[in-house]
């Protein structure tokens, strides 16, 4: 099976910088890649597919790239809200992994 | 509105089974397959497997190969999650998920599982 790995494991942050979240495949992937972001004890909400769609309603700040085995999820301008852990999900085939998670603090 | 709402929280022992439903309203529950994920506590996500709620079609993680089931019915639009021999390693988080386009767009509330003597 195909394994993700995201990086790095935890981070902190400060309001208005610039965030990096990476997340790579063991395998190629083409972009069947999503990002979900679960801000504590809430349900994970999706914010990327197709590794660069955003979902209808995210804030433009959220951006996702790559294709192949490395992507990247990055936050233009961090906002309080932001803090949660994010999570990368393969989905190109069965099983749909999903990467160990970012927990992102400010 | 699209929802889905799942069945409330469980203590099993170990050994024991136990179903977690997940009742959908606002869209054509054939039409788009529903996904399953746990969450152990404090620990990241997993994805168990889906269903096909208009064939019945499943398919699991390697993981639960031979102790998951599920189905579903179609006349209340609802969908089943049965998991057996339970073990304190099974106690998370449940949540069901519909899939649009291969992705999970909306998430059940979660449905806590708790394996303990």
């Known amino acids: 099976d195909i394994q993700m790995t995201q990086s790095p494991s935890s981070l902190s942050a400060s309001v208005g910088d610039r965030v990096t979240i990476t997340c790579r495949a063991s395998?190629?992937?083409?972009?069947?890649l999503a990002w979900y972001q679960q801000t504590p004890g809430k349900v994970p909400k999706l914010l990327i597919y197709g590794a660069s769609t955003l979902q209808s309603g995210v804030p433009p700040r959220f951006s996702g790239s790559g294709s192949g085995t490395d992507f990247t999820l990055t936050i233009s301008s961090l906002q309080p809200e932001d803090v949660a852990t994010y999570y990368c999900q393969k989905y190109n085939s069965a099983p749909y992994t999903f990467g160990q998670g970012t927990k992102l603090e400010i | 509105q699209v929802q889905l709402v799942q069945s409330g929280a469980e203590v099993k022992k170990p050994g024991a089974s136990v179903r977690v439903s997940c009742e959908t309203s606002g869209y054509t529950f054939t039409d788009y397959y529903i996904h399953w994920v746990r969450q152990a506590p404090g620990q990241g996500l997993e994805w168990m497997g889906w269903?096909?709620?208009?064939?019945?079609?499943?398919n699991f993680a390697q993981n639960f190969q031979g102790r998951v089931l599920m189905t579903r019915d179609t006349t209340i639009h609802t969908a089943y999650m049965d998991l057996t021999n339970l073990t304190s390693d099974d106690t998370a988080v449940y949540y069901c998920?519909?899939?649009?386009?291969?992705?999970?767009?909306?998430w059940g509330h979660g449905t806590l599982v708790t394996v303990s003597s």
């Open positions: 395998q190629g992937i083409s972009n069947y």
């Open positions: 998920a519909r899939e649009q386009g291969l992705v999970s767009d909306f």
């Open positions: 269903m096909n709620p208009d064939s019945g079609g499943t």
